[in-house]
């Protein structure tokens, strides 16, 4: 966004910046913060995992106060303030520190917390085209937080691809009405994405002197115990590979950037650059997919429509809790959308590491990190087992080849019950009529 370097050079200070994360490249957020612009972040990360030089506090050379806020309520906050509401009570994060002095109320039997409209002055926005009237049309996953940013804000800056004149955007390709839009701005030069390296879907970790499964493979054993006819969220991190394994399988991918229906990841040399997971990586598309704004994918997701979602975590505990948005050294947190996908997820499943680099358990007895959600997790898949949640608690169901039970237990801190399914000879194998929670199938098998 030239918009943001612009702002950069212009010397401004004293700023309140809302986003969704800083980025890494000098023409996000990032680039105000480390110039020590902003006295103020109001973010859904404010800092990436294992990284704290890459921490807000630490990069910022002036005092920098941080509000973190789940995605699905930092866009549902933008929401009101743009539909001239007040303040609203959410389900999300209600049992996490998240929620510490807000107001709390229950309703139904159900705990809500009060979350404030959050109004804006100016609103700096990217969009594909725009008319000579302001109409905005958007592609891809590129809609996601622009429309909700510029209800919020009182001046709203578009920058765009092209310009046309009025008449050539038809009424269908208009994504944010003229109405909504003060100022638009040509890009200088074309927009190109620039594509994070991959992953190493390859690293194998060592356990007892033993390999466990690689990250890849832990993929394809989540892709296989998903249901058929369903509807999925794959997190951020290891739950993205997922979505390689998938092939013939009637499963539908949903990102909550804005997108519903896409397939397997590619490399930067086939990528659409505005085709994108909630990870940012590049991926294709299926048929029939289709891409919206981000308050239209967290209504899928706080609304019941998914049949399950998928996320990685820093520590699960035996009763179902687990944390995934900060560990002590993270100087940090990135919440992102995980909180809002645990209110109705369907089936949460956890794919992970078994095990931390130093040897640390990662399946505890209760967990030492914030919380993301209590008693929530119904399958975790690592690389070395998979483990049932049911009432009488953690239930090892496989272990990876070449492990034992006992081995499983000896780096597994939550106490066990040992119940096996079959010995795992092929981490893709499809397995999931084993699990007695897929005795119905998908939402998408109504249809």
């Known amino acids: 966004m030239h918009l943001i370097t612009a702002v950069r ?97 229950e309703f139904g039997g159900q705990h809500y917390v009060l979350e404030e409209p959050l109004r804006l002055d100016y609103a700096l926005i990217y969009a594909r085209t725009a008319d000579r009237a302001g109409n905005l049309a958007f592609r891809g996953a590129n809609q996601n937080f622009g429309p909700s940013f510029a209800k919020a804000a ?45 992953r190493a879907e390859d690293d194998r970790r060592s356990y007892l002197g033993r390999p466990g499964l690689t990250p890849r493979e832990v993929g394809a054993r989540l892709a296989a115990l998903l249901p058929e006819h369903s509807y999925v969220n794959l997190g951020v991190g290891l739950p993205t590979l997922v979505s390689d394994h998938l092939a013939g399988r009637d499963i539908m991918l949903h990102a909550e950037n804005g997108l519903l229906g896409y397939g397997s990841r590619l490399t930067p040399a086939e990528a659409d650059d505005d085709i994108y997971n909630a990870g940012s990586e590049p991926v294709s598309l299926r048929k029939g997919a289709s891409a919206f704004d981000t308050v239209a994918a967290f209504e ?26 900060t560990t002590p050294q993270m100087g940090g947190g990135a919440i992102g959308g995980a909180m809002d996908l645990v209110v109705h997820p369907g089936r949460l499943i956890i794919g992970m590491r078994h095990a931390e680099r130093s040897g640390q358990p990662k399946i505890v007895r209760e967990c030492r990190y914030p919380v993301t959600g209590t008693r929530c997790v119904d399958l975790v898949v690592t690389d070395l087992a998979v483990l049932e949640r049911e009432e009488r608690g953690l239930v090892l169901r496989e272990c990876a080849p070449g492990f034992s039970p006992d081995d499983v237990r000896r780096l597994t801190e939550a106490p066990l019950v040992v119940e096996l399914w079959a010995e795992m000879t092929d981490p893709g194998q499809s397995r999931h009529v084993a699990w007695r929670a897929q005795s119905r199938p998908g939402r998408r098998a109504a249809a």
């Open 300 to 325: 899928m997701a706080r609304g019941g429509r998914l049949d399950a979602v998928v996320l990685g975590a820093y520590q699960v505990a035996a009763d179902g809790s687990f944390a995934n948005w």
């Open 9 to 105: 050079d212009r010397g401004l200070a004293d700023l309140v910046i809302v986003c969704n994360s800083l980025g890494a490249q000098p023409t996000h957020p990032v680039t105000l913060v480390e110039h020590g612009q902003a006295r103020k972040l109001v973010a859904a990360f404010s800092a990436r995992a294992g990284d704290v030089v890459s921490s807000a506090h630490v990069i910022s050379p002036v005092p920098l106060e941080v509000e973190l806020v789940p995605q699905g309520i930092l866009v549902e906050r933008l929401r009101c303030a743009g539909a001239g509401l007040g303040p609203f009570y959410s389900p999300v994060g209600q049992d996490t520190l998240i929620a510490d002095g807000k107001e709390r109320r």
């Open 154 to 198: 009182k001046i709203v800056i578009a920058q765009v691809d092209e310009i046309v004149e009025v008449g050539e955007l038809t009424p269908d390709q208009v994504g944010l009405p003229g109405i909504f839009v003060d100022r638009v701005v040509q890009s200088p030069v074309p927009r190109t994405a620039l594509w994070r390296e991959p």
